[in-house]
Nanobody, 125 residues
Framework: QVQLVESGGGLVQAGGSLRLSCAAS????????MGWYRQAPGEQRELVAS???????NYAGSVEGRFTISRDNAKNTVYLQMNSLKPEATAVYYC???????????????????WGQGTQVTVSS
């Protein structure tokens, strides 16, 4: 099992910045990639950014150049630095831990997603 705890959300004016943190504990060695997702009211949850154990990153087009995902392996923590925030970034942000591994000789894949409880980010115009 893996536990994920987010922090750092809050209210900020448009153009401002916030940094989200996600502290992981438990069987963290099973995690292949960490990410941040967000869900606005009435919308589906969407990927914001992700980072693999090797440090490769991926961003949604709407945040590229303004958001930065990073990880501190010594602290088992992943961060999301959000700059130049826009009102449309208002959502609950969830930390995600993804596990994927081959489980037998036939190549069957086991995948599982761990989620934090979410942290609210509100950007006022």
């Amino acid at each position: 099992q893996v536990q994920l705890v987010e922090s750092g959300g809050g209210l900020v004016q448009a153009g401002g910045s916030l940094r989200l943190s996600c502290a992981a504990s438990g069987n963290i060695f099973s995690i292949n990639a960490m990410g941040w997702y967000r869900q606005a009211p009435g919308e589906q949850r969407e990927l914001v950014a992700s980072i693999t154990t090797g440090g490769s990153t991926n961003y949604a087009g709407s945040v590229e150049g303004r958001f930065t995902i990073s990880r501190d392996n010594a602290k088992n923590t992943v961060y999301l630095q959000m700059n130049s925030l826009k009102p449309e970034a208002t959502a609950v942000y969830y930390c995600n831990g993804h596990t994927r591994r081959v489980v037998n000789i036939e190549g069957a894949i086991y995948e599982y997603d761990y989620w934090g409880q979410g942290t609210q980010v509100t950007v006022s115009s």
